[in-house]
């Protein structure tokens, strides 16, 4: 089946019991059991809820994946993923990760003994020359937040396997409709389902794919021993976002090209970060490695005094963190999303603009971006 069928029909089949072409929200904790241990696959809502089950199934599927975890937030996800790790072990991370994964290495992991080196990400070199011997994962993410840096995922897996490294890939900004990083080798896929897997900013969640069959049965322990799991009501709504995933995603493309056009002739714009554009240092990679190049715009503006502004007239592109819904978001990274590592050798520009584009009309769009930026 292609994409667009998986995303509406796996793991979605009627409702044996009642008919009902939608998966329910089976809003329960419990399950009543025969007798002690004698069950129908569900006995805590922790450990498995059938909702869950089912956004798990559509989600592996679309990314070529034999297993997924459904969790509570990205962060979530993240945290969980970590935890195959021990003190004294070591993560290359790449130098431009969303604030809030840096925030978890250097303030929460590094007390515990966790080792990790930041390196630029889309040079292979300098991702070999951060190799020790006690390095057990390589983290990154392609395309990168905010700067949208392009990773060769075929060139990462080749250095991990020959490391004996777990490669993890974010794959927030991509989805599996643009990049499958498990089919480029990755060994973990972790995503925000919070973004454009729902797509409607009306969910928190996350998601880890793998196709390790050592690796899920670890994490699955881990999540039920942690508990960072999704309500059954999270999990229906990211599920209902994926069916609609290929058909928002086209639109998030074709608007992101039309504006990058009217960014880069304007004259108040000094540079756009997208990896559609022929100048970008990673268009080559991410022509081959992704069908398209995405909904996320980057571009800075000559002060931060000027972005501030920008940031603050606009109508349609409302004044928001997060990304990937259906509505147009417009943030100041320095003083939003990345806040946290303002003060770190890895803080972004200050003059730095992040857009969200979302499916509206490209015109409409356009045109507040023009009246903002006059």
Known sequence: ???????????????????????????????VQEEPGKHKGFEYSRTSNPTRVALEAALASLEDANHCLAFASGMAAEDTIVRLLKPGDHVILGDDVYGGTRRLFEKVLAPFGLEFTSVDMSSLDEVKGALKPETRMIWVETPT???????????????????????????????????????????????????????????????ACTNNDEVAERLFFLRNAIGGVPGPFDSWLVLRGLKTLAV????????????????????????????GLEDHPGHATAARQMDDFGGMVS???????????????????????????VESLIEHPGEMTHASIAESPFAVSENLIRLSVGIEHADDLIDDLKSALS
């Open 1 to 31: 089946m292609k994409f667009e069928t998986r995303a509406i029909h796996v793991g979605q089949e009627p409702d044996p019991a009642t008919g009902a072409a939608i998966v329910p929200i089976y809003q329960t904790s419990t399950y």
């Open 145 to 207: 937040n905010p700067y949208l840096r392009i990773a060769d995922i075929s060139g990462l897996a080749e250095i991990s396997k020959q490391a004996g490294a777990l490669l993890v890939a974010d794959n927030t900004f991509a989805t599996p409709y643009l990049q499958r990083p498990l089919s480029l080798g990755a060994d973990l896929v972790v995503h925000s389902t919070t973004k454009y897997l729902g797509g409607h900013s009306d969910v928190v969640g996350g998601a």
């Open 248 to 275: 928002r995603m086209r639109a998030h493309c074709e608007n992101a090209r039309r504006i990058v056009e009217f960014l880069t002739e304007h004259p108040s714009v000094s540079k756009v970060w997208y990896p």
């Open 299 to 325: 571009f800075e503006v000559a002060s931060k005094e000027e972005a501030l502004g920008v940031v603050s007239k606009t109508k349609l592109f409302f004044l928001a963190e997060s990304l990937g819904g």
